[in-house]
């Protein structure tokens, strides 16, 4: 599979925060789609594979309204904020396959106009990260945010191997100190430091209001397709060298796992790199999702750019800023610049590889790594090459 | 990707029509799945790919509950009835792009004791064939169950082509006589003549109380593997040779269609049988999903068995009963067999490549054919052999 796929088009809506910005979440993803495929160079036609995200419901919605008259793949990874870069992988199967030519993955939502994730109390279980236990277990007792549910994992590190809310914080700035590079970020314009981050309201201990990520409107979407038909497209294709994803186990519990630590990205991580044939000292930079600032600190030790309880120290000094050793989430992220779910990570890879990343370039960029986290623990790895 | 990977394992759960049968959609479907996987020679460890019905949510609720540890390949096909056979063409794909060694593909529900299809009336359109179409245009009239729906079609035949109650009877008494064959069947023991069909009550003009499929309580389950891994398993491996899917234009809609007998299947049948490399005269018996009477003949037509107009006389004589040219649902189908939502069309199909079909065996059985059938036109296909 090395090599084998690529992607041929990004496309972004604007990211705002803007009550009554009057976009659905369906019209956000199509807007990007419709950018993704012109980028690609291609006809809504052509586009025969679709793998919607959940909040859209099923492809023949994306489909009848972009005018895909042949769709013959479609399908739907579950794995919240993983799912856009584990679908990157399923996409790749799909056209080296032959299931289809050309596959589009959008994703996005209005998380700030439209309903917030905090008040996603549901009664379907299926839109619940974490599921039944989440509904019966974790709801019941006031325990309805996301940093609530994250931020347990936070502490225990903390716990574990002394981490220190500076280290988060020291996320926190790059997130941000990067979006200033970045005029598409929501956070551009507004600098941010470590004492802003340290002042900053406690939420759920240890999580800040600044290690929370931005609640946005937007959409953003990519077009997969085989390394030979790239080679008819305007672009330069960037390679998908190799991806996996995995789910901890149990996957919908937090409390209740062997190893807290012990993640989708413990099974995907070795299996990307055995797959792309590099290692993580080939990475030129990463873009982590970025849910909470743990979750990179986790994510950076899961993939393997440091030893497990290293994290702290490792995301200190800059090096995971522009200029640093690893670069991580060159456009912001999720923190910074907007939630996307994820996509967003992929497109700014893909600029990177390009070499179309303006002032945030990160100079020679070969070799990118991507990653989704969701769902308590859900992960998946893409290596990407130029 | 042609025979490069298989089915080696099926399991199902008694069918039944029994209120109050205490077992839920998820428990019917995690025993069917216990069982493929002891009938495969595995454990549940093994399994790291789960392909789950949209009905049980995500693949964590089955990986929790069976004790798949290492799940690495998470993918749901949202496309009704077709989603199972459309799973087996993504998994055949997973495992021989590395994603996963072990797939299981789960099914079944209690349409019986649970929920009937005809009360699944819900805001939230993923669950609605149809989606948003369905929810605004037809549920607010009174178009709210399956029968009145997939009617429209029937008639419209009937229309075009001159085809005849008769023929459609002449499906529903090749079921159930095939039922008389299958213990499992839950129209075992009870015998229907072609005037009983006609004499049974109109529902939806055409579709009388007969043309439609039958609601109970079930699962079923099958297992998908490389073929190298297959060869260290104890039952003969049943290849797939050929797979596809595909959705009409635009998919969620019936009555503004520019050709309504256009369906998923259009794009799919000449698909799989170009992979498969062979066409429907290599056929030796063919699993329909028969949801009613007409989308049997309009799949035989879509496929390719006979030409647009000419599935009434098709049907007639004989020609797909046990015996004759083309055994059609050797099992009963869901029309006298029980409706697991189409997996049990897999594996009648691997009992009769194994030659496990016992009373109902099709001589010589080498190539057969299953579809899968939904939401409105979506199709799916897979040639499989012995």
């Known amino acids: 599979m090395r090599d084998q796929a690529c992607i041929v088009g990004i496309g972004e809506t604007e990211y705002c925060r803007k009550p009554g910005s009057g976009m659905s979440t369906l019209a956000l993803q199509l807007k990007a789609a419709a950018g993704a495929i012109e980028e690609a160079g291609l006809s809504a036609a052509s586009i025969d594979g679709i793998m919607p995200f959940p909040n859209v419901g099923k492809a023949e919605e994306l489909a009848a309204n972009l005018g895909c008259e042949n769709l013959r793949y479609a399908a739907t990874i579950h794995m919240g904020g993983a ?104 956070m551009h314009g507004r600098p941010m430091t470590l004492d802003d981050y340290m002042a900053s309201p406690m939420l759920a201990d240890p999580y800040r209001f600044f290690d929370c990520c931005l609640e946005t409107d937007g959409g953003s979407a990519v077009v997969v397709t085989t390394a030979e038909r790239a080679r008819d497209l305007p672009h330069s294709p960037v390679y998908i060298m190799g991806g996996a994803c995995g789910q901890p186990y149990p996957a919908d519990e937090i409390t209740n796992r062997r190893d807290i630590f012990r993640t989708g990205l413990t099974i995907a991580a070795p299996e990307a790199f055995a797959k792309a044939g590099v290692t ?36 200190e000094g800059g090096r995971i800023e522009l200029g640093g050793e690893l670069p991580v989430n060159t456009h912001g992220g999720l923190l910074s610049e907007a ?37 308590f623990g859900d992960g998946s790895v893409a290596i990407l090459r130029r």
Not at 344 to 352: M, N, P
């Open 280 to 315: 993580p000292t080939d990475i030129d930079f990463a873009q982590i999702y970025d849910c909470f600032t743990f979750e990179v600190l986790q994510q950076l030790e899961e993939v393997g750019f440091c030893k497990r309880g290293e994290g702290g120290p490792f995301v």
């Open 83 to 186: 799912a856009p870069v584990a679908s990157l992988q399923a996409a790749a199967a799909a056209v080296v396959a032959g299931m289809a030519n050309y596959v589009l993955i959008p994703g996005g939502w209005n998380g700030y106009s439209g309903p917030r994730v905090r008040q996603t109390v549901s009664s379907d279980t299926a839109s619940i990260p974490g599921g039944t236990i989440a509904r019966d277990y974790y709801l019941p007792f006031g325990m309805t945010a996301p940093p609530q549910w994250y931020s347990l994992m936070a502490r225990r590190h903390m716990h574990e191997f002394g981490t220190r809310s500076e280290q988060l914080g020291a996320i926190a700035v790059a997130m941000r100190k990067h979006a200033q590079q970045n005029p598409r970020a929501v």
């Open 339 to 375: 939630h996307s779910l994820g996509i967003g990570h992929i497109t700014e890879a893909v600029r990177q590889l390009r070499g179309e990343a303006e002032g945030r370039q990160v100079a020679n960029a070969e070799i990118g790594l991507v990653t989704g986290w969701g769902d």
